[in-house]
């Protein structure tokens, strides 16, 4: 038997769920819970398998009730439940300890799996989430794979973008590198023009995607 315990603050999703998943005759839910800390609190005095949770609850959001169940109850297998399709809540969520994420608007035998899954000792990830961060990543690469190498730059121009990079003004540049304020206006013009980017701000980006700070 598989005893769920489940978070979130409706209470009408909460007993939804506890309907459909004790269908499943390997399943129990054995608490509910409205928030983080109600959830911590839950734990604490009933042993549960699995913890179904919603990242965006008030008092401890999911998060944050991540990260405390992965100190004190390092055994759980935690399960997100979510509206959340950014990549960034999702990353967030793996990293604080989560085994599982799933979009709420996914179809029930998706969570029914999900948690077969995650007890089983492996991570389960929604389709969709997938589909998200396969395409980020792709967009990164193609992304990183246009940007002109360090190699194209003169020495000077390397200086320039560094000190650019700094945030120091056109008249400190001249300064530390002993040149007139034109020159160093025409150097940021010709790098901005040879590295391809649209405005000074760019050059910032560009330096640091090269690692200079």
Excluded: W
Excluded at 42 to 64: E, F, H, R, T, Y
Excluded at 152 to 162: D, N, Q, Y
């Amino acid at each position: 038997m598989i005893r769920i315990i489940l978070a979130d603050d409706h209470e009408m999703l909460r007993a939804g769920l506890k309907g459909l998943l004790e269908r499943e005759s390997d399943f129990k839910v054995v608490a509910q819970a409205k928030d983080g800390e109600d959830l911590l609190e839950k734990l604490a005095l009933i042993k549960a398998d699995c913890a179904v949770m919603d990242l965006s609850m008030p008092n401890m959001d999911g998060l944050s009730a991540l990260k405390e169940i992965r100190k004190k109850h390092p055994k759980l297998k935690v399960l997100v439940l979510t509206m959340q399709k950014d990549a960034e809540h999702f990353k967030q969520a793996m990293a604080c300890g989560a085994c599982g994420y799933v979009l709420k608007d996914s179809a029930f035998d998706q969570l029914t799996m999900a948690i077969k899954v995650i007890i089983k000792g492996k991570n389960f990830i929604s389709p969709t989430i997938s589909s998200l961060i396969t395409e980020q990543y792709v967009r990164s690469v193609d992304q990183e794979a246009d940007i002109p190498s360090l190699e194209i730059l003169t020495s000077r121009e390397k200086e320039i973008l560094c000190c650019v990079a700094e945030g120091k003004a056109n008249k400190n540049i001249a300064a530390k590198l002993k040149i007139s304020i034109r020159t160093v206006e025409t150097h940021r013009s010709h790098l901005i023009q040879k590295l391809g980017l649209k405005t000074p701000a760019s050059l910032v980006k560009y330096a640091i995607s090269k690692g200079l700070i």
